[in-house]
T-cell receptor
Framework: AQSVTQLGSHVSVSEGALVLLRCNYS??????LFWYVQYPNQGLQLLLK????ATLVKGINGFEAEFKKSETSFHLTKPSAHMSDAAEYFC???????????WGAGTKLIIKP | EPEVTQTPSHQVTQMGQEVILRCVPI?????FYWYRQILGQKVEFLVS????????KSEIFDDQFSVERPDGSNFTLKIRSTKLEDSAMYFC??????????FGSGTRLTVV
């Protein structure tokens, strides 16, 4: 069975600082992994996805994530935080033949001026 | 960029009433999904739909729930007799196949 753990329900960084949001997964099969972002009162927008090609995946808005099989991790990073990055971020793993998503609990990213 | 459209954005209903949540998936997509997110909790898979039938459903998707693709464009989720615990944000998604899909902006259902 697949599962996702996101460390930290809230992460606070200063504008311009490095953003690091942690995600660890458990999967009995090679996983597909995703990061989604949800801005207040909006839907779920795909940031990036890992589908067994390059282990370093680049996404939208300057975000990237690295798949590390040995650590079962897929942490999301951005070199320099911007105020507009304030949102909730969800890590998810794809399971089953229908590619249903198993979600982490989410991490709310707070950007301090 | 193609979008998944959900209506209404917010629905308030009385306990025991039937509600229908509507979704218009991306036109050339073949796989459709419903997820829900109860306030403060994880996003949860409800059901997937392909080739005019349910392909997979979760334990949450009991007899109170049904899905339908009544025409070539709409994909609906019906809750027959709503309960307070059905209050949540419901997300529709679609894909052309393979991992990862496009989500709609959601319908916030409030059962009172």
């Amino acid at each position: 069975a697949q599962s996702v753990t996101q460390l930290g329900s809230h992460v606070s960084v200063s504008e311009g600082a490095l953003v690091l949001l942690r995600c660890n997964y458990s999967s009995s099969v090679p996983p597909y992994l995703f990061w989604y972002v949800q801005y207040p009162n909006q839907g779920l927008q795909l940031l990036l996805k890992y589908t067994s090609a390059a282990t370093l995946v680049k996404g939208i808005n300057g975000f990237e994530a690295e798949f590390k099989k040995s650590e079962t991790s897929f942490h999301l990073t951005k070199p320099s935080a911007h105020m507009s990055d304030a949102a909730e971020y969800f890590c998810a793993v794809s399971a089953g033949s229908n590619y249903q998503l198993i979600w982490g609990a989410g991490t709310k990213l707070i950007i301090k001026p | 960029e193609p979008e998944v459209t959900q209506t209404p954005s917010h629905q308030v209903t009385q306990m025991g009433q039937e509600v229908i949540l509507r979704c218009v998936p991306i036109s050339n997509h073949l796989y459709f999904y419903w997820y829900r997110q109860i306030l403060g909790q994880k996003v949860e898979f409800l059901v997937s739909f392909y080739n005019n039938e349910i392909s997979e459903k979760s334990e949450i998707f009991d007899d109170q729930f049904s899905v339908e693709r009544p025409d070539g464009s709409n994909f609906t989720l019906k809750i027959r007799s709503t309960k307070l615990e059905d209050s949540a944000m419901y997300f529709c998604a679609s894909s052309a196949g393979g991992p990862g899909y496009t989500f709609g902006s959601g319908t916030r259902l409030t059962v009172v």
